[in-house]
């Protein structure tokens, strides 16, 4: 079993829904990362989070310490937001252990 | 602000031949840096991390190997390459512990 599991693997929507992607993880961490992975390739640090919740524009994370659980949520989504979103942990160290990945397709 | 460059972008490269792929940061000092590799269909793997110049840890036995000859350079190398080395190489860089990382745009290796 991976110590990050991500659901769900892929994703499709149209244009303007509410689109949550899920984080679970099985080890202590010290925070969390949501990363973006565009087609190119290219990755983007979206949010790093320990506790709570963080907005950002149209994006949302949360965390649930006790549950090990983390969400990514994305509000009046839209193509752009077509990537790859993976959620990444880090021990007490800076080395991150990685999720395979959600992909999301927003069709217009 | 703080940069990261990597190259080359993309690279196809015959089995056997040597790998030098280089990345720099601007705008820091005594980063930490990261080199990263995600396989086809795979998540992202660490290979190497290095906290200053000289020192490199290395996470996964392979055929790679790290330098990092100034403190804003990190060299990911292989004398020979293998099949199994295709894929998509990332470098990144954090300030401190606990720190987002910044990643390069990636190197994508093809090994014929």
């Known amino acids: 079993k991976n110590e990050v599991e991500q659901s769900p693997q892929n994703l499709t929507a149209q244009e303007g829904e509410f689109i949550t992607i899920n984080c679970s993880y099985s080890?202590?961490?010290?925070?969390l990362h949501w990363l973006q992975q565009h087609p190119g390739g290219g990755i983007v640090s979206l949010f790093m989070?320990?506790?709570g919740k963080k907005k950002h524009g149209r994006l949302i994370a949360t965390i649930n310490i006790q549950e090990k659980h983390s969400s990514l949520h994305i509000t009046a989504s839209h193509p752009r937001d077509s990537a790859v979103y993976i959620c990444?942990?880090?021990?007490?160290?800076?080395?991150?252990?990685f999720g395979t990945g959600t992909r999301l397709q927003v069709f217009p | 602000s703080q940069t990261i460059h990597q190259w080359p972008a993309t690279l196809v490269q015959p089995v056997g031949s040597p790998l030098s792929l280089e990345c720099t940061v601007e705008?820091?000092?005594?980063?930490?840096l990261y080199w990263y590799r995600q396989a086809a269909g795979r998540g992202l793997q660490l290979l190497f991390y290095?906290?200053?110049?000289?020192?490199i840890s290395s996470e996964v036995p392979q055929n790679l190997s790290a330098s990092r000859p100034q403190d804003r350079q990190f060299i990911l190398s292989s004398k020979k390459l293998l099949l199994s080395d295709s894929g998509f190489y990332l470098c990144?860089?954090?300030?401190?512990?606990?720190?987002?990382?910044?990643f390069g745009d990636g190197t994508r290796l093809s090994i014929l």
């Open positions: 990144a860089w954090s300030g401190q512990l606990n720190q987002p990382q910044h």
């Open positions: 080890v202590g961490i010290s925070a």
């Open positions: 989070l320990s506790s």
């Open positions: 990444a942990v880090s021990l007490n160290t800076d080395k991150l252990i």
């Open positions: 705008g820091t000092s005594n980063p930490n």
């Open positions: 290095s906290v200053g110049i000289g020192q």
